[in-house]
């Protein structure tokens, strides 16, 4: 007659450990003989009631990654199963594939741990452990031991894996643990609800508003296909082989910036180095934003700010260039400058580069492709929304984005228009609006910093200045140096460092700015 046997409680656990302290060697020899083959048959029952629980990806201290999915029984945690991240497949017990990264869909990994629990079987021997004070009886599944089940000493309590189930609970708080860690959409967001509870209104948010969203969105699907595909890792293989490769990336930076906007630059140009088999990453990242909120102002429709005052105050395209190209010309130079500087050798301590990617990367390519040409009105913008139904359909790991970034827009954009309607200013020199603009770009962004200012400032001239040079400084400064910082960040958990330098490099480019605006502008 099948049962199911009990499980053994933590306090039960602790309690049996001091009692079996008391009793002698012979006595534990005649227990662990005894009880043996009851362990088996309180196993055998167990099996009956196994259940799939939680898949979820482990990282050790060392960096390498592993997915595992719990065995449970009852309301505890018994075992797990481990896959391979690289490849999907169920790992023998006791091997570990080494890899850095998960290439494989998490819910794939979910649809094959309910047949291999159904197909598992149970091997008819028991090996005691000490100092555990535990049986453990292996899971065989395709002729290989995959996990095992715990028995309690007694042959007749099962004993959860309180260790895994600890881990689980851990992952159970990590959406809680990235609110608090995302300070910047937090203090949007708080912002945005106290403002609007001051008020008593709503936001407005206006199609502008809606279109860059929808936009970056777009963007952050088609790069995430073309990382998934390889492209990313395979231009990069081009960019690290001969010389001058912080040179070659800051001008592409720039290139990219002035004709497809600072935010589309990084998209493309951050991931690339992140891929790179370089010394000194960090301070390359830098320099390319360094360079994107300088290069992108030469442009109407470099960066959103930028498009926005072209058309708010219906500025024609050569007197935009004539006004502000002085301070893209000195700031470009400093940067140009200071990529001479630090070492951007191959590593060549790390594994050799393998140059290639699935052909699919061809159709994200071409998506890529299409959809710039919509951002420069070549094509409608709603061509974007046939690319993420292809995307939905066909390759929903690509959906995997960063959707903390697209929240942190909506949340600044409907604070500022808050903010817009509760602190009226008034500006009456170019110098009161360039430093107002400069100066309110390091505490909500240039953005932001562009729409509240705009129904207070006359002259179009120095608030462009303000707006560019202000992109220079904090981290929020430029809504383009959050993007890099969330690409960098998924990458490198520990981004202390990278914020220190950023900001050094950022203060002394903000320096330069106000010095080219006090002589040029």
Known sequence: MKFEPPILSNFEQISAAEEYKTLSEHEKCDIILRNGPKAVSTARNTRNYLKAGKVWVSRTPGGEVIIKAALLYRYAVVGILEFSPSTGSLLPKGYHDVSFKVSV?????RKKVKTIVNGLELAEVAEYREPERNFAIPLVYEGKIVAHLKVHYDGEHIVPDYPVMQEIRDTTTEVIRRFIGEWLFSFAFGGLLLTSLYLRRLPNYSFDDFTVI????????????????????????RFERGRFIPQKLVVLTALLSIFVTNDVALLTVVPLTLALNIRDVDRLIILEVLTANSASALSPFGNPQ??????????????????????????????????????????????????????????????????????????????????VVYVILFDKESLKIDYFLLATFGVFFGFTDNLREMIPIVLHTSKEIFFYASGLSQVISNVPATLFLSDFALNWKPLLWGVSVGGFGTLIASLASLISYRLYKEQFEDSRRFLVRFHLYNYALLFVGVVAYLLFG
């Open 214 to 237: 929808y936009t970056l969105f777009v963007f952050l699907v088609i790069l995430k296909g073309l990382n998934k595909k390889g492209f990313v890792r395979y231009v990069a293989s």
């Open 306 to 387: 930028n498009i926005f005052i072209y058309y708010h105050y219906n500025v024609y395209p050569l007197e935009f260039v004539g006004e502000i190209w002085p301070f893209v010309a000195t700031t470009f130079g400093v940067i140009i400058l200071l990529s001479y500087f630090g070492k951007h050798d191959a590593n060549t301590t790390k594994l050799p580069v393998v140059a290639k990617y699935k052909k699919e990367a061809i159709l994200y390519l071409g998506f890529f492709v299409v959809f710039v040409l919509s951002v420069l009105r070549f094509l409608p913008l709603w061509v974007g929304v046939g690319i």
């Open 105 to 109: 869909s998490l819910s794939a990994v």
